[in-house]
């Protein structure tokens, strides 16, 4: 399976981004996915997850109440919706699939299929 994250950009504090992971040559509906993000010189971190069925999800404490992960297995696609955004959410955006269903999971290495990330600046 090939993932693609976009909807990245330049947001002023306080604004919000609708991320979008487009996967393609199979389905994803079988996985859990994720959402991570990663800033140069420190490793990759969890934002977010979601289960198979898109009704179970799992949130960093630090995005917890400002970003929302869902999923429309029609589409094959992820989503992720930031809101009140801060400067510390500047980083690059990656998705990736977890092939055992394990939604609950944090680590980068338990997450696979990893496609170029989107960038997301916040900044006045």
């Known amino acids: 399976v090939q993932l693609q994250a976009s909807g990245g950009g330049l947001v002023t504090p306080g604004g919000s981004l609708r991320l979008s992971c487009a996967a393609s040559?199979?389905?994803?509906?079988?996985?859990?996915m994720a959402w991570f993000r990663q800033i140069p010189g420190k490793e990759r971190e969890f934002v977010a997850s979601?289960?198979?069925?898109?009704?179970?999800?799992n949130y960093a404490d630090s995005v917890k109440g400002r970003f929302t992960i869902t999923r429309d297995n029609a589409k094959n696609t992820v989503y992720l919706q930031m809101s009140s955004l801060k400067p510390e959410d500047t980083a690059v955006y990656y998705c990736?699939?977890?092939?055992?269903?394990?939604?609950?999971?944090?680590?980068?290495?338990?997450?696979?299929?990893w496609g170029p990330g989107t960038q997301v600046t916040v900044s006045s």
């Open positions: 990736a699939t977890n092939i055992i269903g394990n939604f609950y999971q944090r680590a980068a290495s338990d997450y696979q299929n």
């Open positions: 040559g199979r389905t994803i509906s079988t996985y859990a």
């Open positions: 979601i289960n198979k069925s898109g009704v179970r999800m």
